[in-house]
């Protein structure tokens, strides 16, 4: 956590939060007074964020925000931080006993406080003002920056509810940044089923094939320039946004690990999809959990990755009941949400036949994860033991490597249950046995024997 960061936001918010208040008091002191101006008020002009570091003030700044733009960002925001200063609205209307129509806003099943809407944006900004009322409605349009980099929205309450009723609600990374000043990390849940997964190690602990290490470089150069390319070049009207590929191979051929450090390398999250919380035996389930997913990652600078891809992009079939016609549509459904990501996915799995062709043309890479080759095997193995233990004698490497053929999985795997044998002994010598019996185990696993 960044100490210096949450204060110079905190710093800046107060000010905003002053400038918020006396807006919100003198609107309601001219309400009430049953004055006719419509206008915000010129000598309350929004406090100067030049020169500010504070990361509220450099995306207010990037975006170049007029006062309007400014107050219903506030108005969002509010709640999260000074819910007090809404309370104000709760006042009665004591001709209808009620609250105000024009005020707007909600109460929330736990919080106490006033929940702004749209309503609440309209009358600060407008209040009696048709046309200033049908210019705000514009700020949450399709085409404006607040939805297209999902900063705020409006969530209605009834598609057949008028639109300004729906509430004003930030996205979770903009919270976080004008709060905390860092990018927010989405906890696992049933409403978003995804896990945050990295690595300790580097590109030199990844043991591959020439060729597939290649097509890996090309990956990293999408990531590094596709923005370039998109925008720079032009080729942004000619081939959609985003990279997909397909790693396919043995398991523990380094897939996940390849994942991981390309998000490590360029500073990208990495969200590993649980598909046991994705797929769903009722009808439409499965697209509306996903849909959570990638609605979620559309603006995040993130990497999603599929592991065993296979049981959610499987091949489609002949239509020969409802269930094979609706296991269809959801595999056409994630066909269109994969082509349209303009983020990077990653699909990973054992078997790549089982892929539906119409995914695999829409990949840029397929990359093939082979099984390593003895020198490959070879220099796992002198990476897997912590450099400070010995080795007996008769444990030769080189021996090992040429003689089982195993993925860098199985290799750690080993590793690990001969560092335990060797603690447990009170011991810093590996020995050939411990290894072989290791061998042994993972090759049970396959049903071979050593």
């Known amino acids: 956590m960044d100490i210096r960061m949450i204060n110079e936001n905190a710093a800046v918010l107060n000010r905003e939060l002053a400038w918020f208040q006396q807006l919100a008091d003198l609107r309601m002191k001219r309400y009430f007074a049953g004055e006719g101006d419509t206008s915000l008020p010129e000598e309350l002009p929004p406090p100067d964020l030049a020169g500010q570091t504070a990361v509220y003030a450099q995306i207010v700044l990037h975006y170049n925000m007029n006062v309007t733009e400014r107050l219903v960002l506030l108005l969002a ?23 105000f129509t024009e005020f707007g806003g909600i109460k929330g099943m736990h919080h106490g406080g006033f929940l702004p809407t749209g309503e609440t944006a309209a009358f600060l900004l407008a209040a009696n003002s048709l046309q200033q009322r049908f210019q705000l409605i514009e700020l949450f349009g399709p085409d404006h920056f607040f939805n297209k980099h999902a900063i705020l929205k409006l969530i209605p309450a009834n598609a057949e509810e008028p639109l300004l009723s729906g509430t004003l609600s930030l996205y979770p990374e903009y919270l976080s940044y004008f709060t905390l000043g860092t990018a927010h990390k989405p906890d696992y849940s049933i409403n978003f089923p995804a896990r945050r997964i990295y690595t300790g190690l580097e590109w030199p602990d990844l043991v591959l094939e020439d060729h597939t290490m290649e097509e890996v470089e090309e990956i990293r150069a999408w990531i590094e320039h596709g923005d370039t390319l998109m925008n720079e070049w032009g080729m942004g009207r000619k081939i959609k946004p985003g990279y997909r590929s397909l790693f396919y191979g043995p398991p523990g051929t380094g897939k996940s690990l390849t994942a991981c450090l390309l998000g490590k390398t ?8 649980d598909l046991s919380m994705i797929v769903s035996k009722y009808i439409g389930e499965t697209e509306k959990n996903l849909a959570q997913v990638f609605d979620r990652a559309a603006h995040q600078h993130w990497i999603l990755f599929f592991d065993e891809a296979d049981a959610l992009f499987g091949k489609r079939t002949q239509t020969t009941s409802s269930n094979d016609r609706y296991a269809n549509q959801e595999v056409a459904y994630l066909l269109q949400r994969i082509e349209d990501f303009p983020g990077v996915v990653i699909l ?16 840029q890479s397929m990359i093939y994860f082979s099984m390593p080759g003895p020198e490959q095997r070879l220099r796992l193995w002198q990476q897997a033991f912590p450099p400070h233990l010995q080795l007996e004698e008769k444990l030769n490497l080189e021996d090992i490597a040429r003689k089982y053929e195993m993925a860098g999985g199985a290799i750690i795997n080993i590793s690990r249950y001969s560092c335990l044998m060797a603690l447990k ?24 024997t050593v």
């Open 425 to 448: 002994r009170g011991s810093n010598t590996l020995l050939y046995s411990d290894v072989v019996a290791g061998i042994r185990k993972e090759f049970g696993k396959e049903g071979k």
């Open 77 to 99: 925001l509010i709640p999260h931080i000074r819910p007090q200063l809404l309370d104000v609205f709760f006042i009665k209307n004591a001709t209808y006993d009620r609250g």
């Open 348 to 363: 990973a799995t054992n078997l790549k036949a089982n892929i539906d062709e119409a995914f695999s043309r829409r990949f």
């Open 266 to 273: 360029f500073n990208m999250d990495v969200y590993r999809i």
